[in-house]
């Protein structure tokens, strides 16, 4: 289906209407261009233009354009509040360190700037009134469903190891397969992936992961990802051992990766949560594996390879939380789930949830009833939350202040009030003034230590 120009949003028109009337070529194009072909919208728009960084700032001089990155052709347009990259068309250098290009070339040749791009289905230009630029069969790639390196692959590979796991990235994201030559060159080039920063890599597994077949990626894939995340290797087929699991470590990972929701933290937390298996195994007499403590090691290579992949911290801690608890045995009793959702705050613990459920699905289908029982504990918390329970310090119906009334001091004061959240979680107190006050009165004994 062609693209229609009434799908461009207003300013993106209006950009390239500017563009054309000041006689310079400029089009869409890259990925916004195969997600209009693919009837998806896009993220964001790009633009290539004729025009030199110099006169794309002359054609917008009453307008707010940012120099984001003009050593390289770049200068961002907001238009009306839509932040528009525009890049002269460019030919990169060589990339003699496998990261960026040593240098950029400007041409005037929209063609040759298609040609500097990674992928066929990425490499089209689009323009309202000109039609669609497809000098490198992106639509037919499209249509056949595949990943194809614009050119030689191995040398586009060589050039910036960062297209291999951008390769495998659209294939998880778009469902697609990796045309055969270009699948072929992506694994013997996937060790240059080691030069790419920590960032770069990260985005790009961050995006794969969140894909709708990044199960199937991961499991057609391994010594690409295993590049990455080297701690990923020893648990490609390694036999569980186990009455509890039909598959090998690294093929339950993946099934349990498509079972969770596709949020960053979860994705990441089910990839990394059996990680520490194979250093922690061990055979019982009866023949069946175990693997003690394998949370903890899991938790441990989970922080090192966060850290070196240079994760937001935030992210990092969550993921360590849901790894860390992932096995944890959850009672259906309401002081217990209390507790719960004191320690990990509601929202983190049903994401707990959800990577039991996606640990279960992983296991196969008979383990359909440790779903149906996180499911259950699902409803009985939000039944709980409903009720509006107090699940911190602040939200006690005391305060320090009551407790200072009552002549409490220092660090009795502190436990006094811990004490008090203990007995309201665990159900034994109400949460009411009165209740706590009287305990508190009762309890002052210790009040003096
Ligand atoms: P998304 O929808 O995730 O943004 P995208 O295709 O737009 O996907 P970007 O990373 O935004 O990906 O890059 C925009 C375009 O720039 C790509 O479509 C591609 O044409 C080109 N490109 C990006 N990175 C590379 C690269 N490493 N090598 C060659 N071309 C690249
Ligand atoms: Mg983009």
């Known amino acids: 289906m062609p693209i229609d120009p009434n799908a461009l949003p207003a300013q ?27 009837g998806r919208t896009p993220t964001d728009y790009d633009i290539t233009t004729s025009a030199l960084p110099g006169q794309t700032q002359a054609v917008f001089r009453d307008r707010r354009v940012l120099e984001t990155g003009i050593r390289h ?37 929209l063609r040759e700037d298609a040609a500097r791009r990674d992928f066929t289905i990425n490499a089209m230009a689009y323009a309202p009134g000109l039609g669609l630029r497809d000098y490198f069969g992106g639509q037919a790639d499209l249509s056949r469903r595949l990943i194809r390196a614009v050119g030689d692959p191995d040398q586009r590979f060589r050039e910036d190891a960062l297209r291999v796991l951008r390769a495998i990235r659209f294939a998880a994201v778009l469902g697609f397969d990796l045309e055969e030559e270009t699948a072929g060159a992506a694994r013997r080039q996937a060790a240059g992936l080691e030069k790419v920063s920590a960032e770069r890599v990260f985005q ?61 933290g979860l994705r990441l937390a089910m990839l990394l949560h059996d990680i520490g298996k ?21 938790v441990e290579l989970a922080e090192e390879i966060l850290r070196r992949l240079r994760a937001p911290k935030k992210l990092r801690e969550e993921v360590v939380t849901l790894v860390r608890y992932h096995d944890a045995p959850i009672e259906e009793d309401p002081a217990r789930l209390r507790r719960w959702l004191h320690k990990l705050g509601p929202e983190r613990f049903f994401d707990l949830l959800d990577i039991q459920r996606g640990d279960a699905a992983g296991q196969g289908l008979a383990y359909c009833t440790r779903i149906q029982r996180a499911d259950r504990l ?53 949460n ?13 004994a210790k009040k003096e230590e």
């Open 12 to 38: 993106v028109r209006d950009t390239l209407n500017c563009l054309h009337r000041a006689g310079h070529e400029a089009w869409i194009v890259g990925g916004c261009v195969r997600d209009l072909l693919l």
């Open 378 to 430: 699902e409803s009985l918390a939000r039944g709980l939350l409903a009720q509006a329970p107090c699940l911190t310090l602040a939200g006690l119906a005391v305060n320090g202040r009551d407790l200072l009334a009552l002549g409490y001091r220092g660090p009795a004061l502190g436990r006094a009030l811990q004490g008090l959240l203990e007995e309201v979680l665990a159900g034994r107190l109400p």
């Open 278 to 298: 194979p250093d922690t195994f061990s055979l019982g007499e009866d023949g069946q594996g175990h693997f003690y403590g394998h949370h903890r090691r899991s």
């Open 432 to 444: 009411e003034k009165s209740a706590l006050l009287q305990w508190a009165k009762e309890n002052d």
């Open 73 to 109: 052709g770049t200068v961002t347009l907001l238009a009306e509040g839509m932040p528009l990259e525009i890049t002269t068309y460019r030919v990169d250098g060589t990339y003699s360190d496998a990261r960026h290009p040593d240098g950029v070339t400007f041409t005037a040749s």
């Open 204 to 264: 790009e597994l961050s995006k794969l992961l969140c894909g709708p077949k990044a199960g199937q990626v991961l499991l057609a894939y391994p010594d690409i990802l295993g590049q990455v995340i080297p701690e990923l290797l020893p648990m490609v087929g390694f036999d569980q051992h186990s009455r509890h699991h039909c598959y090998d470590v690294y093929t339950h990972t993946a099934v349990a990766v498509d079972h969770v929701p596709p949020r960053l």
